[in-house]
């Protein structure tokens, strides 16, 4: 369910920033203001895969893999 979003004591030059960000990308200001929190949490999600997958990758270093390949030759192999 959508919510509405009020920020107080906004600095005049970011709110200007703003309004000529939007105007630049075709969009209404507060069309902008969704898109920039959409990109910051959605970019936010992908770091925070990014670095479990290189946690996963650390902690399986030198362990020896079947390859895919093999597996889903095995799986169909199976049937």
Not at 25 to 42: D, F, T
Request: glycine share 2%; net charge neutral; proline share 3%.
């Amino acid at each position: 369910m959508p919510v509405n979003l009020h920020v107080r004591n906004v600095d005049d030059d970011i709110a200007l920033a703003l309004k000529k960000r939007a105007a630049e990308n075709g969009r209404s200001a507060e069309a902008e203001h969704r898109y920039i929190l959409e990109r910051a949490l959605i970019d936010n999600r992908r770091a925070d895969a990014l670095r479990a997958m290189e946690e996963l990758r650390r902690a399986t270093a030198g362990v020896r893999h079947t390859p895919s390949e093999v597996l889903v030759r095995e799986t169909r192999d199976e049937s």
